[in-house]
């Protein structure tokens, strides 16, 4: 009778070992795959809030140099400070210091092409071949003595010409 005792002891022992080892095991599997996951999703979302902050800094950059060379002399200059202020925040020193002396029209300072490539390339943490040659700015049309208006565009692309209304 002893031996019938001693032995369901140790069966139940050996049973609950186990069983604590497969829950611990199961708990342990289930745990890293959760953190697992959520390692994966917070990167994503690291991405994602990254590639939103570089089209919002773009943005600022896009709008601000389209309304800087803006012809009809409908300027806004409220909305150039304000983008003008906006851009040298969060741009570094060297950049934003290019932007200032194109902006000023200072000798030697760099197109407005190039601006636009150094701080893609800034934004995007590497030059992907992207020249200042690539990028195109399309002129305001001016109204010439027949009543017709013509366009220019800046760059060393071809474009076909408006059609005529």
């Keep these: 009778m002893d031996n019938v005792v001693v032995a369901l002891i140790s069966s139940f022992s050996t049973v609950s070992l186990i069983a604590c080892i497969v829950f611990l095991f ?3 599997i289930s745990t890293r795959l959760r953190w697992s996951v959520k390692h994966e999703y917070d990167k994503k979302m690291l991405e994602v809030e990254s590639q939103k902050e570089i089209r919002l800094k773009g943005d600022v950059v896009a709008e601000l140099l389209a309304e800087w060379i803006r012809k009809n002399g409908n300027l806004n200059y409220h909305q150039l400070n304000k983008l003008t202020f906006q851009a040298f925040l969060w741009l570094p020193k060297e950049l934003a210091e290019d932007l200032s002396n ?3 029209h200072k000798p030697g300072s ?10 893609r390339s800034h934004l995007h943490g590497f030059n ?3 020249q200042a ?3 195109i700015i399309f002129d305001e049309p001016e109204v010439m003595g027949n009543g017709l208006k013509t366009s220019m565009v800046f760059s060393e692309a071809q474009v076909k010409p408006k059609p005529q209304r």
């Design 26 to 28: 199961r708990t342990w």
């Design 102 to 104: 194109c902006l000023a």
């Design 110 to 119: 760099k197109d407005v092409r190039k601006i636009l490539i150094d701080i």
């Design 128 to 130: 992907d071949g992207l």
């Design 133 to 135: 040659k690539d990028v």
